[in-house]
């Protein structure tokens, strides 16, 4: 079995990290490259920097935060937030970018899944789904409203048919409310397609992040209970390794 990873999810508003619940309420946590600087001391697997408003305002993360906080991380880094082309792409890999986030163009043009995994290889390509739960059910959503006309686990596997490389499920319902992951949800999409999947949204405690870690997911997304408890990332593979899932 993959040793499952612990990767701290850091929210953006273009120059600061954000504390969101359900990716409305905000409250500024200041600089990304003293978060990234902290993380780094803290011997976690990977960093995911996501700005969360870029697709909105039409613009693209800024390239400059983002070479600022790569020169000095020591762990892969993920980047996304308003990638619209293979330039934005190969700009950001140029800047210091291991990995990329696409989302909304992803449910724009499907196509530019495809057309970056050939550029640039599928381990580069991460594909980001903002999901909401609602009656029980679990929806795509984008840009402050539910996609009812989409079904959720048929573009998961679209998603991988076209080529990405990994998923990212970033469960908005339970954003920032550090109430407990949606195992049922981890659990569907992770059985559902072979490529690695992240699971974010909503993780309570160390234990909480294991027991999401018990599904076939290959790594848990964290990002309240890192910047509000006393709870890090090492806790977390403890935590897993308690219940006999290997972890890095």
């Known amino acids: ?9 850091v929210l953006l508003d273009g120059f600061s990290v954000l504390k969101t619940v359900k990716f409305d309420v905000r409250r500024n946590l200041g600089s990304p490259v003293t978060v990234m600087r902290t993380y780094n001391t ?9 700005d969360i408003d870029a697709s909105k305002q039409n613009r693209a993360i800024d390239k400059f935060t ?19 082309s293979n330039d934005d792409i190969r700009e950001l890999l140029k800047r ?3 990995k990329v986030a696409i989302n909304t163009q ?4 499907p196509a530019f899944i495809t057309e970056a995994a050939e550029e640039f290889g599928a381990q580069c390509i991460v594909v980001s789904i903002d999901v909401v739960e609602e009656d029980d059910k ?9 996609q009812t006309e989409l079904n959720l686990l048929t ?8 080529g990405a490389g990994e998923i990212l499920i970033n469960n908005v319902t339970r954003d920032g409310s550090m109430e407990g992951a949606n195992v049922e949800l981890a659990d569907i999409v992770s059985k559902l397609v072979s490529i690695p999947v992240i699971y974010v949204g909503g993780v309570s405690s160390p234990e909480d992040a294991a027991a999401i870690a018990e599904t076939n997911v290959s790594a848990v997304g964290i990002a309240s209970i890192f910047h509000f408890t006393d709870a890090t990332p090492n806790d977390c593979r403890m935590a897993m390794k308690n219940k006999g899932i290997p972890a890095r």
């Open 138 to 146: 679990f929806y795509v959503y984008s840009n402050g409203t539910i």
């Open 106 to 109: 992803a449910l724009l043009k």
């Open 66 to 84: 983002i070479q600022e906080i790569a020169q000095d991380c020591f762990m892969p880094l993920t980047v996304g937030g308003g990638i619209r």
């Open 96 to 98: 210091g970018a291991d």
């Open 155 to 162: 573009w998961i596997k679209q998603v991988e048919a076209l």
């Open 1 to 9: 079995m993959l040793r499952k990873r612990v990767i701290p999810i």
């Open 42 to 50: 803290r011997n976690v697997d990977e960093l995911v920097l996501l």
